[in-house]
Structures are given as C-alpha cells and as structure tokens.
C-alpha cells in the first residue's frame, strides 16, 4: 500500500513538472499559427476528431482552451500515466485505453472507442494518436478512419514543432521540445469519413490521414525552421524520414 502511494505521488509530481515545462516552453517561444486562423477555424468544426503522430504531441496540450471541451486517448501503460497527469493539468478529459498493436493484446482499445464516440456526441474534441504504439511510426492506424466514419465528424490533422529539440530512442522518435524556440502550430483541412465507406474507401482515407500527418507535421518543421531529425545535442542533421 505504502509502495502503490509513493508511487502514484511520484508520477502526480513527474505529471505536475511536465505540463509546467510545456508551458515554460510556449511562454518563451515566438508562435507561429498556420493558418493564421487556426484558433477560430478548429472552434468552427467542433466537435472534431484531433490527429497527431506519436512523439510529436507534447506542445499540442498548448492548443487547448478553457472554453473548449477535449478528451484524449491515453493508454493504461506507466508512460501512459505521466502523459494522462500532465494534461489534467490543462483540463483535458481522458479516455483510457489502446489499440492491441501488433502484440495483439487486450489494452482497452475496444471500450475507448467506444467512450471516444460518446464524447464526440456530447460536443467534446476528442485527440489522438494516428499510429498505433509498437507499430511503425508514422503510419496511420485503422482506428481512427473508423471513429470518424462511425461518428461522423471530421479528422483535422495537427502538428507543432520547435526550432529547438532534442529526439529521444524510442519507437517514436519521441521528441522533447525545448524553451526559447520558434514553436509552430499547423492544422491541415478537415477529412471526412462517409458513413457507407467500404473497405476500399476506409483503407483509402487511412492514407489520406496518413499523407496529411505526413504534410502537416513536414510544414511545421519547416516554419520552425528546424530539421525533423536534427538533435539539439549534436547539432547534426540528416534528410527525415517521412516528413518530405
């Protein structure tokens, strides 16, 4: 028991110290919104579902706004328990639970998808991850062409990137922005799921969702004037993978 509380203290003071540093981050750096309405034009399709790639979302909890009603898609893992601390921190609802990935095991995807459409009906923007955990990066998932085709409501592709970064040796590339940089916040235009889509036409619009991640997170490091693959530490930088 007193093992479980010094646990969940920790990840609480870890989650807390998180979301701070997103905020020093977006405190210290120059904003660029593209479009310049982005704000607004996100405001106008609410509900909506929000796309990210894994590894590329810790300044998207910055978006949020108290008028503004998100719930996202977090899993149960340890890794899953800072992120889900840190953005209670910005008022942001959370729906636990992932897709099986390609260990094929139970992760509560099926009952958070099925939560992701109640919040989508009671008005709320719901955000996840495109790709699936332990599958290859950057590589849209079935999940959400299905959310959205059952639900109705659009994809909107967002991204946000920093001049200033260091990329961490995870599956992801899990990337960690970092203060006084140029930050970058890029919205791509709404896709829509039709309701009587076949195979063909989902499989379709899972590429779709994949080439617009793929656009709008390359624009967004081209606005933050950054190398998606340049590490701050070395300072090195080499053509990235996927972002052309």
Known sequence: MKRETTKSL????????IAGFI???????????????LKAQLRA????????????????AGLSAPDVKVAAIVSRHTDGELVATALKRFDIGLIRGAGAGRRKRDRGGAQAFRQALRALEGGSVVALTADVPLGEARSAGNGIVTLAQLSGRPIIPIAAATSRFVTLKTWSKMTINLPFSRLAFVGGPPLFVPANAGRDELEQARRD?????????????????ASASRSVRTGRRSPPRRYQ
């Open 10 to 17: 920790s990840t609480a003071l870890k989650g807390s110290l």
């Open 209 to 225: 969702v994949e080439q617009a991640m793929d656009a709008v997170t390359s624009r967004a490091y081209e606005i933050s004037r």
């Open 23 to 37: 905020r020093l981050v977006k405190r210290t750096s120059r904003i660029v919104y593209e479009p310049g309405d």
């Open 45 to 60: 399709h609410r509900p909506f579902i929000l796309a990210m790639w894994h590894g590329q979302f810790m300044m998207l």
